[in-house]
């Protein structure tokens, strides 16, 4: 019988995953690998053998030698790409990692920041790395264009995250204030903007509680002078657990923490602070507005609307299915 499961186990194709989660701090990186891992196990079975590399190191020995073995290598979201992908990227990759690289397979994936054209060692390394055979997956529509003429069989499916928010979930969303509040602040894009949300925030809910989603967040807030502690949560599953349990709105700058938010039910509106947010909105409808609207943030804490999430749904049943072959 030993033999026979092994033999079973043997020949299953191995899936790798290029983890965005490992070696990192920034939590926004756990939710999105949380609905990555969601949709691997849909589509692969929970008992699927998966390699991981992390992402934000560089490839390690033991990284290089499970490259070859790998059927396909997933590329878990985020905002992974740019246009000098050997320059300051939050994918950590030398020049001859592009000898190595093959069949990876994108999975909502954005473009880090507003640039210009790839330059001729990322357009290689894209070339040589990315599966020709399946589908790519990409967040939105910016991202979509950036690599247009680039890379073959791409689709806009926006993020995994927002792929559980079917109609349904999103009715349930509430409509009206609760009595507390959760806010995020992003402590590499500061503003003076940042010290008039919570001032407002403070004046509108009986309790502001502060997502840390990063360490140095937690320092930023401080740097506001604003003379109060807020209640600090810096922890996905106790977050998570906070916002099944108990009425919040969620109010701020980070994106995936607005997004959790929407998962578990709760109100979230998304403060803009780069591209990310600014594109997943106008494309799927999330609540994002521009975090220097004070006027239209006081309207919202008072009342809003239904959550609408438009998705392709088309493209995102193509990525999906076209793995079946490899059950």
């Known amino acids: 019988m030993s033999m026979v499961i092994q033999e079973s186990i043997a020949e299953q ?60 290598g997933i590329v878990g979201g985020t905002n992974i790409l740019k246009a000098h992908m050997f320059v300051r990227a939050n994918w950590k990759l030398r020049l001859h990692d592009a000898l190595f690289l093959r069949n990876a397979v994108l999975l909502g994936v954005g473009w880090q920041q507003y640039q210009g054209r790839l330059d001729i ?21 910016y991202t979509l264009e950036r690599l247009r003429g680039h890379v073959r069989n791409i689709e806009y499916t926006a993020c995994p995250t927002l792929w559980s928010l079917t ?52 320092e930023y807030l401080h740097s506001l ?26 109010i701020g700058t980070r994106l995936h923490g607005g997004i959790r938010a929407l998962q578990c039910g709760r109100r979230a509106l998304i403060l803009t602070v780069d591209n990310r947010a600014a594109e997943l909105g106008r494309d799927s409808g ?19 609307g239904g959550v609408t999430v438009d998705l392709p749904w088309d493209a995102i049943t193509a990525w999906k299915r076209q793995f079946s072959g490899l059950q």
């Open 13 to 72: 194709p191995r899936i790798g995953v290029f983890d965005t989660a490992i070696c990192t701090d920034n939590l926004g990186d756990c939710i999105i690998m949380d609905a990555v891992w969601d949709v691997l196990h849909e589509i692969f079975g929970s008992s699927v053998l998966t390699d991981r590399i992390a992402t934000h190191q560089f490839m390690s020995r033991s990284a290089y030698r499970l490259l070859p073995g790998m059927r396909i």
């Open 121 to 141: 060692f990322s357009r290689l390394l894209l070339s040589r790395a990315l599966s020709r055979e399946f589908m790519h997956s990409v967040r939105d529509r």
């Open 167 to 218: 109609p349904a979930r999103c009715n349930a969303i509430a409509r009206t204030k609760a009595p507390e509040a959760i806010v995020s602040l992003t402590y590499y894009r500061p503003d003076p903007c940042d010290a008039r949300l919570v001032r407002l925030l403070l004046q509108e809910y009986a309790t502001v509680h502060f997502w840390c989603q990063m360490r140095e967040d937690l």
């Open 225 to 250: 002078g604003l003379g109060v502690d807020l209640p600090v949560i810096d922890d996905v599953d106790v977050y998570t657990h906070m916002l099944k349990t108990r009425e919040v709105d969620v």
């Open 286 to 304: 999330i609540p994002v507005v521009d975090r220097r609207d004070m006027g239209v943030i006081a309207g919202w804490i008072r009342g809003s």
